[in-house]
């Protein structure tokens, strides 16, 4: 079968001349017309997401979910949610996949399942349910006046206690995310061997690996450490505690060997707030742990002390100084991937670039990460360079994180004083997940080609102009750069194998690297990462005898003077 060659039959890093591209199913294009996207509907496109250049899909889950976090809050991880269409639409969709050469990524939530799946029904029936320890159960602790709390301060992710208190057994559970989401006891055994379980029903179909959703979570500090907040005892990060903790690369290694190593499929491993040297180690190919993480630096350089939603513009030297620590310190031993979109990420272009200069902001941000070592992961609608919505109504909002950071944010009173209401919704214009998550804009129709009856959430009102149909058509758009971009990866072996050096201009905006294997040409990448005009510094950081290979302006190069957003790739000449 086609499908055992094209997992089996590569080289085991594969992965590292490839480019992935994300599908989040619920957005991407719905062939029944119920106004969510499918699996149906992702076939339909296979052909356009070929021919980006791309080896391989990783698809955000489709399997049984109440849609507490659609679909990160599994309930059966063997089936296919209705929403999304049937077992058979999924084994068609493989097929297709990989009788174009595209490999399938599945998403793995492991950390926490969803309060409807049966092992956590069976856990909170009794505390003396075989699968109790299946979860994390903590009685009480009592306050002041003997009224029950929470076992410690640790908040959730998703704002307020980590903790749920569960009225029958009069225990505690832990969610590091919803209170529909508790988190997964991965001390024991029995759970572990039961994922690994449902892992394998996938691999035996073929799906060629999986992206790990916060895996570095799985190993928490034993006794739940209290993590004491100040006097006005708001909730504490949890992070110092479940992130990275003392038994994960134990874990790891074991579901190497249990579940990938035997399908020769690949691990993929969110790791929020990893270390560069936990990243080296997690990755490095004998420790045989992770192939590729995603780290969270370039996402938090526009947090401000108040984090995600303390909103403030990132300059390019934060961004670049990110790269630089991770390029460097991964060298040639850890793997990583780039990215600057996913489905919890606001849209690249309103975020680090200009809106002014869309095209110009989304080739020269692109090229910049995409030309460094790992992998990248493009998107969906990031190619054709799609912005956020201007969300101004609660009614527009679908996401679980924005919606909580809402109603917390309206109840904290110094928040509210502090920002007020326009200032929470400038948080939530900048920041909600649900800019990522409107439909994939196909063409100018009224549901932008996503569906011909309705949608779930709301279509961008900007794609009458921003659309797969527009950018097709017009050789200089952004999404046939993102084509050659990533044609030009794959044929250029410095970009995956070479060292790289960054460089110093001597203008905050202008910045660059080289890539190069010692005693050969170089390749020279250099942006202004500002929307002013630069006059070209009179020291250059690179050769006079060069050739221009990629631009972000289709017009060449004006001698001099670099354009907003004006990006250069040359070759050195030999
Ligand atoms: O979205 C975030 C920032 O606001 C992250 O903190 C995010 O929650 C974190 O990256 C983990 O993300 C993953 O797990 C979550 C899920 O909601 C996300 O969609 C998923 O990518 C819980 O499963
Ligand atoms: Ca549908």
Redesign the pocket.
């Known amino acids: 079968m086609q499908s055992i060659v094209l997992s089996s039959g590569g080289e085991a890093d594969w992965f590292r001349k490839a480019s992935f591209y994300q599908i989040y199913p619920r957005s991407f294009h719905d062939s029944n017309g119920d106004g969510i996207g499918d699996l149906r509907g992702i076939e339909d496109k296979l052909d356009y997401v070929k021919d980006l250049g791309v080896d391989a899909i990783w698809l955000c889950p489709i399997y049984s979910s109440p849609n507490d ?2 679909g ?2 599994i309930s059966d991880y063997r089936s296919i949610h209705p929403d999304f269409g049937t077992m058979a639409d999924f084994e068609s969709l493989l097929e297709s996949m990989h009788r174009r050469g595209l490999r399938l990524i599945m998403d793995m ?1 492991l ?2 399942s969803s309060d409807q799946h049966d092992w956590f029904r069976a856990s909170r029936s009794s505390r003396g349910d075989a699968k109790r320890n299946w979860y994390f159960w903590s009685p009480p602790r009592r306050g002041e006046h003997g009224e029950k709390e929470p076992p410690n301060h640790w908040g959730s ?1 998703f704002s307020g206690s980590a903790w749920a208190w569960d009225e029958k057994t009069e225990e505690y559970y832990l969610h590091l ?1 919803g209170k529909k ?1 508790p988190d997964l006891n991965w001390e024991n055994a029995d759970l572990r061997d039961a994922l690994y379980g449902e892992m394998r029903f996938w691999l035996a179909k073929g799906v060629d690996g999986f992206r790990l ?2 895996i570095n979570l799985i190993s928490k500090a034993p006794g739940f450490p209290e993590n004491r907040p100040q006097a006005d005892s708001s909730f504490t990060s949890p992070m110092p505690f479940v992130a990275d903790g003392p038994r994960l690369e134990e874990y790891l290694k074991e579901m190497r060997q249990k579940v990938f190593k035997p399908y020769k499929a690949i691990a993929i491993g ?1 790791t ?1 707030g990893v270390t560069v040297e936990a990243a080296k180690r997690y990755t490095a190919p004998e420790s045989e742990e992770l192939d590729i993480l995603f780290q ?1 630096e370039l ?1 938090d350089a526009d947090g401000g002390a108040g984090g ?1 939603w303390d909103h403030r513009r990132a300059a390019p030297a934060d961004l670049e100084q990110v790269m630089r620590r991770w390029q460097e310190g991964l060298g040639r031993v850890g793997w990583n991937s780039l990215y600057w979109n ?4 606001p849209r690249l272009i309103s975020r680090f670039g200009d809106k002014t200069y869309r095209e110009a902001s989304g080739k020269a941000l692109a090229a910049f990460l995409y030309l460094q070592k790992g992998s990248p992961f493009i998107y969906q609608g990031e190619e054709i360079g799609m912005l956020n919505f201007p969300f101004r109504a609660l009614s527009e909002l679908r996401d679980i ?1 924005c919606l909580n950071f809402i109603s917390y944010a309206c109840a904290d009173e110094s928040f509210w004083e502090k920002r007020g209401e326009a200032g929470i919704w400038e948080a939530v214009r900048a ?1 909600s ?1 649900d800019n990522a998550r409107t439909p994939m804009q196909w063409d100018d129709s009224p549901l932008a080609g996503f569906s011909d009856s309705s949608s779930w959430i709301a279509v961008n009102p900007n794609a009458s102009a921003i659309n797969v149909r527009e950018a097709s058509g017009r050789e200089s758009s952004i999404l046939n750069f993102y084509r050659k971009l990533i044609r030009f990866r794959k044929k250029e072996p410095l970009i995956s194998d070479g060292g790289i050096e960054f460089f110093d201009t001597g203008l905050p905006a202008l910045r660059g690297y080289r890539r190069y294997e010692e005693g050969g040409p170089s390749l020279y990448v250099a942006a202004n990462l500002g929307s002013e005009m630069l006059e070209e510094p009179p020291k250059l950081p690179w050769p006079e005898a060069r050739q221009l290979v990629l631009g972000s302006y289709a017009d060449g190069q004006k001698s001099g003077q670099w354009r907003p957003w004006e990006l250069r790739v040359w070759h050195e000449a030999e």
Do not use: A, I
Request: no cysteine; glycine share 0%.
């Open positions: 976090d659609n990160y809050d939530v950390n926490h992710f995310f989401q959703d916060v969110e929020p969270f996402m995600k996913n489905h919890d990420q994180e920041k997940r």
